[in-house]
């Protein structure tokens, strides 16, 4: 029975292909006492020297490789034989994850080149308007007033290097109450000061 499903399998063909569906690769009559020597895995600087419909048709071998050795994996497994060195279905799993990393870098390459052209034709054909330079930002007199005084007051600190930012803040604050205070006094006193001079005139001034 066994012998005539391989015979039938040997005698199928691969459909868009004339070459016959080998085997099983190593359960054979001929290769249970024998040495299966394979070659190494595909490297990725050789699967980038080939052009893409060869690394379509190579795609294709591998995984009929990797199920003819999961089909012989499993008779092994139903009739409790040993499976033998895996190396082989390792290999073939090493060359497919690089097929599709060398897949991957023609994709990006082509996407990259794509976007290029379409930002070179949308530059020829629809230029962006120019920008216009920002002018700087005229200061108006209150900030020159609010920085004039914030450098008095820093003036005023002492130890003022020596502060962290926290105190710094709270010195300010306390400095600029302080300037508060001694501005209200002076114009205090300056309205005391012009309130006296009006005195003296009005004495002075004739009486009618």
Known sequence: MLATLL????????IGSQLPVPLLTEFTPDSRDKKMTTGRAWRADELRLKADDDLHKLWYVLLREKSLLISDKQFKVQHRMSKGPQDRIIKVRISMARLLTVVHERHLVREAYKAALDKEYMEANFPSPQAKPKSPRLRTEREQLEDAKRREAIKAIK???SLTNSERRTAIKRQYGRMA???KT???KELRFVGQLIKEKQSEAPKQ
């Not at 015979?7 to 691969?14: D, H």
Request: overall charge positive; glycine content about 6%; hydrophobic content about 40%.
């Open 181 to 183: 205070n001694e501005a």
């Open 7 to 14: 015979r039938r399998c040997a005698a199928t063909k691969l």
């Open 186 to 188: 002076d114009f205090i």
């Open 159 to 161: 130890g003022w290097r």
